[in-house]
T-cell receptor, first 114, second 109 residues
Framework: NAGVTQTPKFQVLKTGQSMTLQCAQDMNHNSMYWYRQDPGMGLRLIYY???????DKGEVPNGYNVSRLNKREFSLRLESAAPSQTSVYFC?????????????FGPGTRLTVL | SQQGEEDPQALSIQEGENATMNCSYK?????LQWYRQNSGRGLVHLILIRSNEREKHSGRLRVTLDTSKKSSSLLITASRAADTASYFCATDNNNDMRFGAGTRLTVKP
């Protein structure tokens, strides 16, 4: 099993450009998440999907959209990138949305917006 | 806003010593989790402790949880240079995960 995979690993954008971060898991997990990690801030939840076909806003959803394409894939889209979105983005998944499951994280995508 | 706050922000010890990191949080939780992150890599889950548990062990790791004080501690015994990493606590309240800013641990050989 590859676990949680993310692409790309690195990306540089200019202000106003758009891009989609891809995430996939092969563990048959129901729930998937997108976080951003900024220095000194810890991880913050952007969006999550408790099951295929559902998405919900997290702590910092503004400027982002998500799509749960199927059970395996959960993409994060920046329609018009801003320098404030420079961050490291992590995707994660859990078997269910219950309170006892461990989150498995991808390797992260380092995004720089100039 | 963040939920967990780790203390200290940075910790430097010699190999073989024990390392203790603390985490405080503000609201009720279902469980609390500790993660490790090596530089430039993704998060790795270390241990999960449920709100009705007080202590849990996993190898050289010992986690305690005091829900009355809304705090948790992570103890790494007999530390190794390979334990050098950032350690995060994360609180889970009905699928709402919040992470602290992390403790940067350096273990000197």
């Amino acid at each position: 099993n590859a676990g949680v995979t993310q692409t790309p690993k690195f990306q540089v954008l200019k202000t106003g450009q758009s891009m989609t971060l891809q995430c996939a898991q092969d563990m048959n997990h129901n729930s998937m998440y997108w976080y951003r990690q900024d220095p000194g801030m810890g991880l913050r939840l952007i969006y999550y999907s408790a099951s295929e076909g559902t998405t919900d806003k997290g702590e910092v959803p503004n400027g982002y959209n998500v799509s749960r394409l199927n059970k395996r894939e959960f993409s994060l889209r920046l329609e018009s990138a801003a320098p404030s979105q420079t961050s490291v983005y992590f995707c994660a998944s859990t078997a269910s949305s219950g309170s006892t499951d461990t989150q498995y994280f991808g390797p992260g995508t380092r995004l720089t917006v100039l | 806003s963040q939920q967990g706050e780790e203390d200290p922000q940075a910790l430097s010890i010699q190999e073989g010593e024990n390392a203790t990191m603390n985490c405080s949080y503000k609201t009720s939780i279902n469980n609390l989790q500790w993660y490790r992150q090596n530089s430039g890599r993704g998060l790795v889950h270390l241990i999960l402790i449920r709100s009705n548990e007080r202590e849990k062990h996993s190898g050289r790791l010992r986690v305690t949880l005091d829900t009355s004080k809304k705090s948790s501690s992570l103890l790494i015994t007999a530390s190794r240079a390979a334990d050098t990493a950032s350690y995060f606590c994360a609180t889970d309240n009905n699928n709402d995960m919040r992470f602290g800013a992390g403790t940067r641990l350096t273990v000197k050989p």
